[in-house]
């Protein structure tokens, strides 16, 4: 199986960096091919609404790394998203390469892909990821794939918050079980 991840951290060593390696061992134990896009080490720029790439054949206006992540993104059985949450959302670094999906949008909706949502982020409370899970499910359903799977790491600040809880085990675990 191929799998995407999409992971929207400027933090190499941070909590949701954390939780997308444990995802991708769990997936490489199981014998997936992993393909990983680092959205916040990349240069995506934001859509612009102009609609070229569908007016045109000519594809997206702009030449930037989502000429490297498309092909992948294409291929991909499973598309797993690994977000911090600053500010009850998902990050813009992941949200400027979900906007960027529109020009590939008929062959993305109804590709029987699944999807995984992994969050992180300081606060103690369920409602800071209610407008990031909201986001993703809408977009799962609009494109008609499958979710198997979210984890809401809550009060996970900074990377020793996270490493002795169990929202590593089950991001591997959900890895592992594709």
Known sequence: MNILVITGSAHRKGTSAYLADSFIKGAE???HEIYRFDAAFKNVHPCIGCDSCRNTGKG???KDDMQ?????????DVVVFASPIYYYDINAQIKAVIDRFYANNAALKSAGKKAVLMLTYGDET???????????RG????????NIGVISAKACYVLE???HTEYPKQAYELGRSL
């Open 29 to 31: 134990e199981a014998g």
């Open 60 to 62: 997206c206006v702009f």
């Open 68 to 76: 490297e992540l498309n092909p992948k993104l294409l291929k991909a």
């Open 126 to 136: 369920d409602e800071s990821a209610e407008g990031a899970a909201a986001s993703y």
């Open 139 to 146: 977009m799962v359903k609009y494109l008609e794939w499958e």
């Open 161 to 163: 918050d996270i490493v």
